[in-house]
């Protein structure tokens, strides 16, 4: 099994560069290595340790920021409470309720990501620069095409859910829809933008590079096996329809495998954020909808 964790000196310049990158970014020189790193091309490698931090801090670092600023949230919420007069049960319930609201989860989420969001940017620094440059070649734009497709297939999944008799829908999506109807525009801006920006460098530029350097058939099966673990309630694993959703993602994950995998960081980005962003706007439609009926 081949890999790819080591660095290469350039035999112009005399420069260390990573292998995978094709070719030495100091002065062009063709990798000794190219016929065997060709197939990461499209990708925008960065350095094992680099896209080992991506990941890390996309999966690990946004449980702990959320879970950091929930407790936050909650003493603050409890310390209101208690202001007001509350104690014993009444205090409970109320924080039970504070818990569950629309409110609770904008705190945690929209703040969670925007702070994700911009540690990314500090791990990426000159990087940065690379993954913009994503957005300049066309093959970018097959994205939106792609992003149609995901969220074609997702669609036509959740409907045979339903047929199975199966009513509902994930936890995930749940939550999604109770903040959406409560604060539609930054939900539009978090989920459908921000959100897919930090995903795709976590799970496809960190998770899937770096697993690509050992094995492309792993890359593929342990991303989209941990993109859709991400989704899951794991207070909720006994729903058997939290269960019948996880291949939907899991295959949402794989598909943005994929299209990263041949088009690139722009594509992988613009199908994932176009999903969220049609997915919000649906809802926010269906929404408008409901309450002229």
Not at 2 to 24: A, L, M, Y
Not at 102 to 111: G, H, L, M, P, Q
Not at 147 to 155: D, E, I, L, Q, R
């Amino acid at each position: 099994m081949k890999t790819h964790f080591h660095s290469e000196i350039c035999t112009q310049c005399g420069k260390p560069f990573d292998p995978c990158r094709g070719k030495c970014p100091n002065c062009g020189k063709e990798s000794v290595d190219f016929a065997e790193v060709k197939g990461f091309q499209p990708l925008t490698p960065m350095g094992w340790g680099k896209e080992l931090a991506l990941f890390l801090t996309g999966w690990l670092g946004f449980q702990l920021i959320a879970f950091a600023i929930q407790l936050i949230a909650l003493a603050t919420s409890k310390g209101a409470f208690v202001s007001a007069g509350l104690t014993g049960a009444s205090l409970k319930a109320a924080l039970v309720s504070f818990e569950g609201s629309a409110t609770f989860y904008e705190v945690v989420d929209f703040s969670a990501y925007v702070l994700l969001f911009c540690v990314m940017l500090v791990i990426l620094d000159k990087d940065l620069y690379r993954l913009t440059a994503k957005f300049k070649e066309g093959r970018a734009y097959y994205g939106l095409l792609c992003g149609a497709g995901v969220m074609f297939f997702s669609m036509i999944y959740g409907i045979l859910i339903q047929l199975t008799g199966l009513e509902g829908q994930s936890d995930n999506q749940t939550i999604i829809d109770t903040m959406v109807a409560d604060s539609p525009l930054l939900c539009l801006v978090i989920f459908g933008l921000i959100g897919p920006f930090t995903e795709e460098l976590a799970y496809r530029v960190g998770l899937f590079t770096f697993l690509k350097r050992v094995n492309v058939y792993l890359a593929y099966a342990l991303t989209a096996l941990i993109f859709a673990s991400i989704h899951l309630d794991w207070g909720n694993l006994g729903s058997a329809l939290e269960w019948a959703y996880f291949p939907d993602y899991a295959i949402s994950g794989f598909l943005f495998c994929l299209i990263y995998d041949k088009f690139g960081f722009g594509a992988s980005y613009l199908a994932h954020a176009e999903n969220n962003f049609l997915g919000i706007l649906f809802s926010i439609l269906r929404k408008l909808l409901t309450s002229a009926q």
